[in-house]
């Protein structure tokens, strides 16, 4: 045994002979008792037993009376978030959507040349976009309505 275990069991016996001794004096006080003063305490224990027994009553009436609440309304925030998400739900684009087609960007070298030329022929795309206007059904292609049509999505002026 080393030190600190002697330490513990020298105090362990040092409260064990405490608690033998309060509890002897304890007995022998309640032994010198006169009859009235002991039924005056039992009285008074079973004041407080019984006090403690309303109080815990009480508190199980509450749970009884708001459980069933509780767990109804649980129940329809359930349903409610069920339903709620039954019907199709937002689309968001995908985070990798252009991943594709940047990467053949970048790995075709005459693209990125032409996308880092700074003398574009805006002329053949107002061309391009006049040539599928007259070939296209209702003479409209990508139309704006605001005098700009659009080809791949980016809006240019026709006849300026």
Same mark, same amino acid.
Not at 49 to 75: C, D, M, N, Y
Not at 108 to 130: H, I, K, M
């Given at each position: 045994?080393?030190?600190?275990?002697?330490?513990?069991?020298?105090?362990?016996?040092?409260?064990?002979?405490?608690?033998?001794?309060?509890?002897?004096?304890?007995?022998?006080?309640?032994?010198?008792?006169?009859?009235?003063?002991?039924?005056?305490?039992?009285?008074?224990?079973?004041?407080?037993?019984?006090?403690?027994?309303?109080?815990?009553?009480?508190? &199980? =009436?509450?749970?009884?009376?708001?459980?069933?609440? +509780?767990?109804? *309304? @649980?129940? #329809?925030?359930?349903?409610? /978030?069920? %339903?709620?998400?039954?019907?199709?739900?937002?689309?968001?684009?995908?985070?990798?959507?252009?991943?594709?087609?940047?990467?053949?960007?970048?790995?075709?070298?005459?693209?990125?040349?032409?996308?880092?030329?700074?003398?574009?022929?805006?002329?053949?795309?107002?061309?391009?976009?006049?040539?599928?206007?007259? &070939? =296209?059904?209702?003479?409209?292609?990508?139309?704006? +309505?605001?005098? *700009? @049509?659009? #080809?791949?999505?980016?809006? /240019?002026? %026709?006849?300026?």
């Amino acid at each position: 045994m080393n030190r600190q275990d002697e330490l513990e069991s020298e105090e362990q016996r040092v409260l064990d002979a405490f608690a033998r001794r309060a509890s002897a004096l304890l007995q022998a006080s309640v032994a010198d008792l006169d009859g009235a003063t002991r039924s005056r305490l039992t009285r008074a224990r079973f004041a407080a037993l019984e006090q403690r027994a309303r109080a815990t009553s009480h508190t &199980a =009436a509450l749970w009884q009376r708001w459980l069933p609440a +509780g767990a109804i *309304s @649980a129940a #329809v925030l359930s349903v409610l /978030l069920v %339903v709620g998400q039954s019907g199709s739900p937002p689309m968001l684009p995908a985070a990798n959507s252009g991943a594709a087609d940047d990467i053949e960007l970048l790995a075709d070298a005459d693209g990125l040349a032409l996308a880092q030329e700074q003398d574009v022929d805006y002329e053949f795309y107002e061309w391009a976009v006049g040539s599928a206007r007259d &070939a =296209a059904p209702g003479g409209t292609v990508n139309d704006t +309505g605001n005098g *700009s @049509a659009g #080809v791949g999505g980016s809006p /240019l002026s %026709v006849g300026t």
